[in-house]
Protein backbone atom coordinates (compact mmCIF):
# COMPACT_ATOMS: atom_id res chain seq x y z
CA UNK A 1 0.00 0.00 0.00
CA UNK A 2 0.91 3.47 -0.80
CA UNK A 3 2.59 5.19 2.07
CA UNK A 4 2.22 8.64 1.97
CA UNK A 5 3.38 11.98 3.49
CA UNK A 6 0.79 13.65 6.37
CA UNK A 7 1.03 17.57 7.31
CA UNK A 8 -0.60 19.03 9.97
CA UNK A 9 0.02 22.71 10.54
CA UNK A 10 -1.89 25.03 13.21
CA UNK A 11 -1.87 27.14 15.77
CA UNK A 12 0.05 26.35 19.42
CA UNK A 13 -2.32 24.56 21.43
CA UNK A 14 -4.70 23.58 18.99
CA UNK A 15 -4.02 20.10 19.60
CA UNK A 16 -2.44 18.53 16.25
CA UNK A 17 0.18 17.40 17.71
CA UNK A 18 -2.44 15.00 19.73
CA UNK A 19 -3.99 14.26 16.32
CA UNK A 20 -0.88 13.43 14.40
CA UNK A 21 0.46 11.41 17.79
CA UNK A 22 -2.92 9.19 17.22
CA UNK A 23 -3.27 9.09 13.65
CA UNK A 24 0.92 8.00 13.34
CA UNK A 25 -0.18 5.38 15.87
CA UNK A 26 -3.28 4.15 14.29
CA UNK A 27 -0.97 3.60 10.98
CA UNK A 28 1.90 2.71 12.04
CA UNK A 29 3.46 6.00 10.12
CA UNK A 30 6.19 7.63 12.08
CA UNK A 31 5.29 10.09 13.91
CA UNK A 32 7.57 14.06 13.88
CA UNK A 33 6.74 17.11 16.35
CA UNK A 34 8.70 19.70 14.39
CA UNK A 35 7.46 22.08 17.11
CA UNK A 36 9.86 20.02 19.48
CA UNK A 37 12.73 20.51 17.26
CA UNK A 38 12.19 24.59 17.67
CA UNK A 39 12.11 24.08 21.25
CA UNK A 40 15.08 21.70 21.27
CA UNK A 41 17.39 24.70 19.56
CA UNK A 42 15.80 27.17 22.30
CA UNK A 43 16.77 25.03 24.90
CA UNK A 44 20.38 24.93 23.63
CA UNK A 45 20.57 28.74 23.10
CA UNK A 46 18.89 29.27 26.65
CA UNK A 47 21.69 27.15 28.22
CA UNK A 48 24.72 28.86 26.55
CA UNK A 49 24.05 32.53 27.09
CA UNK A 50 22.36 33.04 23.73
CA UNK A 51 19.02 34.62 24.87
CA UNK A 52 19.40 37.95 26.87
CA UNK A 53 16.93 38.56 30.02
CA UNK A 54 15.02 40.84 27.48
CA UNK A 55 14.57 37.90 25.17
CA UNK A 56 16.79 38.90 22.25
CA UNK A 57 18.27 36.26 20.55
CA UNK A 58 22.39 36.01 19.57
CA UNK A 59 21.26 34.92 16.02
CA UNK A 60 25.08 34.72 15.12
CA UNK A 61 26.18 32.36 17.65
CA UNK A 62 23.21 29.96 17.31
CA UNK A 63 23.52 29.94 14.15
CA UNK A 64 27.58 29.02 14.52
CA UNK A 65 26.59 26.88 16.93
CA UNK A 66 23.66 25.16 14.87
CA UNK A 67 26.43 21.82 13.64
CA UNK A 68 27.10 21.12 16.66
CA UNK A 69 23.27 20.23 17.88
CA UNK A 70 21.69 16.96 17.21
CA UNK A 71 18.29 16.13 17.63
CA UNK A 72 16.59 12.63 17.84
CA UNK A 73 13.12 11.31 19.35
CA UNK A 74 13.33 8.41 21.38
CA UNK A 75 10.54 6.10 21.08
CA UNK A 76 7.71 6.50 23.56
CA UNK A 77 8.51 3.88 26.32
CA UNK A 78 4.24 2.72 26.87
CA UNK A 79 1.89 2.47 24.54
CA UNK A 80 0.57 5.34 22.96
CA UNK A 81 2.97 7.43 25.09
CA UNK A 82 5.08 10.50 24.32
CA UNK A 83 7.90 10.13 22.23
CA UNK A 84 11.00 12.08 24.00
CA UNK A 85 12.80 14.48 21.99
CA UNK A 86 16.59 14.20 22.80
CA UNK A 87 19.36 17.28 22.61
CA UNK A 88 22.86 16.21 22.00
CA UNK A 89 21.71 12.89 23.81
CA UNK A 90 20.16 13.95 26.54
CA UNK A 91 16.14 13.39 27.28
CA UNK A 92 14.73 17.08 27.47
CA UNK A 93 11.37 16.40 26.61
CA UNK A 94 9.79 18.07 29.82
CA UNK A 95 12.62 21.03 30.06
CA UNK A 96 11.56 21.57 26.55
CA UNK A 97 7.86 22.31 27.49
CA UNK A 98 8.28 24.66 30.30
CA UNK A 99 6.81 28.23 30.30
CA UNK A 100 10.91 29.47 30.04
CA UNK A 101 11.37 27.88 26.36
CA UNK A 102 7.98 28.74 25.30
CA UNK A 103 8.22 32.17 26.24
CA UNK A 104 11.91 32.50 24.42
CA UNK A 105 10.63 29.83 21.07
CA UNK A 106 8.70 32.11 18.65
CA UNK A 107 12.12 34.61 17.80
CA UNK A 108 14.34 31.44 17.85
CA UNK A 109 12.17 29.85 14.57
CA UNK A 110 12.09 33.31 12.96
CA UNK A 111 15.59 32.84 12.54
CA UNK A 112 16.31 31.90 9.18
CA UNK A 113 19.47 30.01 9.43
CA UNK A 114 17.46 27.65 12.16
CA UNK A 115 15.07 27.40 10.23
CA UNK A 116 17.07 26.01 7.06
CA UNK A 117 18.84 23.73 9.54
CA UNK A 118 15.62 22.15 10.78
CA UNK A 119 13.92 22.33 7.02
CA UNK A 120 16.54 20.39 5.86
CA UNK A 121 16.55 17.84 8.67
CA UNK A 122 12.39 17.14 8.27
CA UNK A 123 12.80 16.57 4.58
CA UNK A 124 14.99 14.14 5.09
CA UNK A 125 13.36 12.39 7.96
CA UNK A 126 10.17 12.46 5.06
CA UNK A 127 11.52 11.08 2.09
CA UNK A 128 10.59 7.91 2.14
CA UNK A 129 6.98 8.64 3.06
CA UNK A 130 4.81 7.16 6.03
CA UNK A 131 5.11 10.02 7.87
CA UNK A 132 2.95 12.14 10.03
CA UNK A 133 4.74 15.71 11.13
CA UNK A 134 3.27 18.43 12.82
CA UNK A 135 4.35 22.38 12.48
CA UNK A 136 3.25 25.67 11.75
CA UNK A 137 4.79 25.32 7.76
CA UNK A 138 4.81 21.30 7.10
CA UNK A 139 2.25 21.62 4.46
CA UNK A 140 3.73 24.72 2.66
CA UNK A 141 7.44 24.42 3.29
CA UNK A 142 8.59 21.37 4.47
CA UNK A 143 6.33 19.26 2.72
CA UNK A 144 4.81 21.03 -0.47
CA UNK A 145 3.70 18.05 -2.23
CA UNK A 146 2.64 16.20 1.25
CA UNK A 147 -0.40 14.19 -0.43
CA UNK A 148 -2.76 15.04 3.34
CA UNK A 149 -2.46 18.56 4.38
CA UNK A 150 -4.49 19.64 7.66
CA UNK A 151 -4.72 23.03 8.69
CA UNK A 152 -6.18 22.87 12.22
CA UNK A 153 -7.72 25.65 14.66
CA UNK A 154 -9.24 26.49 17.39
CA UNK A 155 -10.18 29.95 19.56
CA UNK A 156 -6.90 31.35 21.81
CA UNK A 157 -9.24 30.80 25.12
CA UNK A 158 -9.22 27.25 23.78
CA UNK A 159 -5.70 26.51 23.24
CA UNK A 160 -4.57 28.15 26.18
CA UNK A 161 -7.49 26.18 28.68
CA UNK A 162 -5.76 23.11 26.92
CA UNK A 163 -2.44 23.74 28.00
CA UNK A 164 -3.00 25.24 31.10
CA UNK A 165 -4.31 22.20 32.07
CA UNK A 166 -1.34 20.37 30.39
CA UNK A 167 1.69 22.19 32.27
CA UNK A 168 -0.52 21.70 35.56
CA UNK A 169 -0.46 17.98 34.93
CA UNK A 170 3.14 18.58 34.97
CA UNK A 171 2.80 20.28 38.10
CA UNK A 172 3.85 23.67 36.43
CA UNK A 173 3.08 26.85 38.59
CA UNK A 174 1.75 28.94 36.17
CA UNK A 175 -1.64 31.14 35.63
CA UNK A 176 -4.35 30.62 32.88
CA UNK A 177 -3.72 34.39 32.25
CA UNK A 178 0.12 33.98 31.74
CA UNK A 179 -0.33 30.76 29.55
CA UNK A 180 -3.28 32.91 27.40
CA UNK A 181 -0.89 35.96 27.20
CA UNK A 182 1.68 33.24 25.74
CA UNK A 183 -0.19 31.57 23.13
CA UNK A 184 -1.80 34.95 21.74
CA UNK A 185 1.82 36.28 21.11
CA UNK A 186 2.79 33.73 20.23
CA UNK A 187 0.17 33.23 17.23
CA UNK A 188 1.74 36.86 16.79
CA UNK A 189 4.76 36.46 15.84
CA UNK A 190 4.55 33.29 14.31
CA UNK A 191 2.08 34.69 11.83
CA UNK A 192 3.99 37.59 10.75
CA UNK A 193 7.56 36.45 11.22
CA UNK A 194 9.12 36.82 7.34
CA UNK A 195 10.33 33.39 7.02
CA UNK A 196 7.74 30.89 6.81
CA UNK A 197 4.85 32.39 8.70
CA UNK A 198 1.69 30.12 9.99
CA UNK A 199 -0.27 30.08 7.29
CA UNK A 200 -2.83 27.42 5.83
CA UNK A 201 -1.45 26.35 2.51
CA UNK A 202 -3.84 26.53 -0.07
CA UNK A 203 -4.57 22.93 -0.34
CA UNK A 204 -4.85 22.27 2.63
CA UNK A 205 -8.12 20.85 4.70
CA UNK A 206 -9.37 23.36 7.80
CA UNK A 207 -10.36 21.77 10.88
CA UNK A 208 -11.97 23.76 13.60
CA UNK A 209 -11.87 21.26 16.86
CA UNK A 210 -13.23 23.48 19.31
CA UNK A 211 -16.09 21.81 19.64
CA UNK A 212 -14.79 17.95 18.69
CA UNK A 213 -14.52 15.11 20.48
CA UNK A 214 -10.93 12.95 20.25
CA UNK A 215 -12.69 9.96 18.81
CA UNK A 216 -14.81 12.10 16.32
CA UNK A 217 -11.46 14.15 15.49
CA UNK A 218 -9.74 10.68 14.82
CA UNK A 219 -12.84 9.36 12.94
CA UNK A 220 -12.67 12.58 10.85
CA UNK A 221 -9.12 12.15 10.03
CA UNK A 222 -8.93 8.47 9.37
CA UNK A 223 -11.52 9.35 6.66
CA UNK A 224 -9.40 11.82 5.22
CA UNK A 225 -6.55 9.67 4.94
CA UNK A 226 -7.80 6.51 3.56
CA UNK A 227 -9.32 8.41 0.64
CA UNK A 228 -5.50 9.77 -0.09
CA UNK A 229 -3.89 5.97 0.60
CA UNK A 230 -6.70 4.81 -1.74
CA UNK A 231 -6.64 7.56 -4.34
O1 LIG B 1 3.99 23.44 18.30
P1 LIG B 1 4.80 24.08 19.41
O2 LIG B 1 4.01 25.07 20.23
O3 LIG B 1 5.53 23.11 20.25
O4 LIG B 1 5.91 24.94 18.61
C1 LIG B 1 6.87 25.70 19.28
C2 LIG B 1 7.27 26.93 18.48
O5 LIG B 1 8.02 26.53 17.33
C3 LIG B 1 6.12 27.80 17.99
O6 LIG B 1 6.13 29.06 18.62
C4 LIG B 1 6.37 27.99 16.51
C5 LIG B 1 7.60 27.23 16.20
N1 LIG B 1 7.44 26.28 15.08
C6 LIG B 1 7.70 26.73 13.83
O7 LIG B 1 8.01 27.89 13.64
N2 LIG B 1 7.64 25.86 12.78
C7 LIG B 1 7.29 24.58 12.97
N3 LIG B 1 7.24 23.76 11.92
C8 LIG B 1 6.98 24.12 14.26
C9 LIG B 1 7.06 25.01 15.31
Known amino acids: M ?27 YRYIDSGAMYRAVTLFALDHGMISATGEVDAEALAAALPSIRIDFAPATEAGGQQHTLLNGTDVETE ?9 V ?31 DIGTTVFPHAELKIFVNASAETRARRRFKE ?5 AQV ?3 DVLA ?5 DHIDETRAESPLRKA ?12 LAEQDAWLMEQFEKRVQA
Open 2 to 28: KRITVAIDGYSSSGKSTMARRLAGATG
Open 96 to 104: IRRLRVSNA
Open 106 to 136: SPVAAIPAVRRALTEIQQAMGREGGIVMDGR
Open 167 to 171: MMETG
Open 175 to 177: SYE
Open 182 to 186: NVVRR
Open 202 to 213: DDALELDNSTMT
